[in-house]
Structure formats: structure tokens, C-alpha cells
């Protein structure tokens, strides 16, 4: 009798043991699939955030150097423009032809300003990249 109540005690401790282990490799199993999808989840979105924020890094500097082209070519044409207002208004030889070509002058500034006010806002800046939203780490359940 004593060896029956043994062999059923040590059947039923190995049913338990094995049924518990079967089901707890099971979880883990499904707990490490669950955060390996979680980690190619969330350095899927880091490497898209970097290549955006590398295509930005590169239209902002196509953005700079465009508008420094326009700001430059403004710089010129207004002093080619000045110098050449000050050598007609020098050679005029009345108050009126000099007050007319400073008005013209005047009106000619004014439309370069209007044309690289003009250029400038036609350029386009890149649009900043938004990081990649946080995403919590799979929790592990607590079986019994």
C-alpha cells in the first residue's frame, strides 16, 4: 500500500511539474516573441526618424544656401543700383532732374526689395521630422 500512495504521490508531482513547466515555457516563449516584435517595432521607427531627419538636415542647408544666392544678388544689384543713382543725380544739372532720378531711384529699390521679399518666400522650408512616439515594453504576466 505504501508503495502505491508513493508511485500516485510521485505521478502526481511529476503531472504537476511537467503541466507547470509546459505552460510556463509557453509564456516565454510568447513574452520574448511579443518584445522581439517590440525592439524591430521601435528600431524600424528610430532608423525612419533618422533618414527624415537626415533629408531635413539637407533641405535646410538647400533652404540656407538659396536664400543666402537671393540675398546676395540683392546686395549687388542695389549697389550697382545706388552707385549708378548717385553718378546720374551728380551729372543732372538742375534741383528737379535730381529730385526725379532719386524718386526713380527710390521706386527701383523698392522693387528689388519687393522681388527678393519675393524669392525668398517662394522658397520652401523642409518640414521639421517628429520623433518617433514611445512605445511601452511588453509586460510579462504574472501566471499562478
Known amino acids: 500500500m505504501n508503495k502505491r500512495i508513493a508511485t500516485v504521490a510521485v505521478l502526481i508531482a511529476t503531472a504537476l511539474f511537467t503541466s507547470t513547466t509546459s505552460v510556463n515555457a509557453a509564456e516565454d516563449s510568447t513574452f520574448k516573441a511579443s518584445v522581439d516584435a517590440w525592439k524591430a517595432s521601435n528600431k524600424a521607427a528610430k532608423d525612419a526618424y533618422k533618414v527624415s531627419l537626415d533629408s531635413y538636415k539637407a533641405g535646410k542647408q538647400t533652404y540656407q544656401e538659396a536664400k543666402k544666392a537671393i540675398n546676395d544678388k540683392f546686395k549687388a544689384d542695389n549697389s550697382a543700383l545706388k552707385a549708378s543713382i548717385k553718378s546720374a ?46 512605445t511601452s515594453k511588453p509586460e510579462k504576466s504574472t501566471g499562478n
Request: charged fraction near 30%; avoid cysteine; hydrophobic fraction near 45%.
Open 89 to 134: 543725380a551728380d551729372a543732372a544739372t538742375s534741383a528737379e532732374d535730381k529730385k526725379a532720378i532719386k524718386a526713380s531711384g527710390k521706386a527701383q529699390l523698392d522693387a528689388s526689395i519687393a522681388a527678393r521679399n519675393a524669392a525668398i518666400a517662394a522658397l520652401s522650408k523642409p518640414a521639421k521630422p517628429t520623433k518617433p512616439a514611445k
